[in-house]
């Protein structure tokens, strides 16, 4: 596509319940990244991909989080037992990436999917 | 893990007037970027600048990859230049923000 995409722009949900945020990447970036972003706070990083394969998924915040990415494009982020605390907006970027190297050229983000637990 | 630390933290601005707004980072980067954070919660990208100088418009920045910083300039600020600023950088794979300078411009 023409930019990054990411559904749904607002998920409401209750507590306990599990949510998918979706992000389809700038066609031909082989690199995604995942970040949150609580309310007035800065970008915090959650994990990124290079192709299918996640090198770094140190900061996703527990075991109730997981990322995927099939086809070296869609990604899923997926949230088990949603607490309040994981109410933010969760951002997706991607970059062109070269190789093995996830980090080449300009990143671009998708204008968010915002989580709100009751 | 590198450090990014931006400075000022805020910053108030009569429209019109110009600013510096300073990015340090801890470690070698391979990647820089600056975005602007709109009040609508939308990143722009402003500038890609592991190295040199760019300048596009009103803005310009410069990176000193050799001293560890970088300075996004903002001349005869406007009321739409409202909003957070950050810097990004790559190390080790991650791409890590700072907290951003939160600039208002009162018109």
């Known amino acids: 596509g023409a930019g990054v995409s990411q559904s749904p722009s607002n998920k409401v949900t209750e507590k306990g319940k599990d949510v998918e945020l979706r992000c389809d990447p700038i066609s031909g970036h082989t690199a995604l990244y995942w970040y949150r972003q609580s309310l007035g706070q800065g970008l915090e990083f959650l994990i990124y991909f290079q192709g299918n394969s996640a090198p770094d998924k140190s900061g996703l915040p527990s075991d109730r989080f997981s990322a995927e990415r099939t086809g070296g494009s869609v990604s899923t982020l997926t949230i088990q037992r949603t607490q309040q605390e994981d109410s933010a907006v969760y951002l997706c970027?991607?970059?062109?990436?070269?190789?093995?190297?996830?980090?080449?050229?300009?990143?671009?983000f998708g204008e968010g999917s915002r989580l709100t637990v009751l | 893990g590198i450090q990014v630390e931006q400075s000022p933290p805020d910053l108030i601005l009569q429209e019109g007037a110009n600013s510096t707004l300073r990015c340090n980072f801890s470690?070698?980067?391979?990647?820089l970027q600056w975005f602007h954070q709109n009040p609508w919660g939308q990143l722009i990208n402003l500038f890609y600048i592991p190295s040199g100088t760019k300048q596009n418009g009103r803005l310009s920045a410069t990176t000193v990859a050799t001293e560890r910083y970088s300075l996004l300039y903002i001349s005869s600020s406007q009321t739409t230049d409202s909003g957070v600023y950050f810097c990004?950088?790559?190390?080790?794979?991650?791409?890590?923000f700072g907290q951003g300078t939160t600039l208002q411009v009162k018109p």
């Open positions: 990004a950088v790559v190390n080790t794979g991650k791409l890590i």
């Open positions: 970027a991607s970059i062109v990436g070269t190789g093995t190297n996830a980090n080449t050229g300009e990143l671009f």
């Open positions: 470690d070698s980067v391979n990647n």
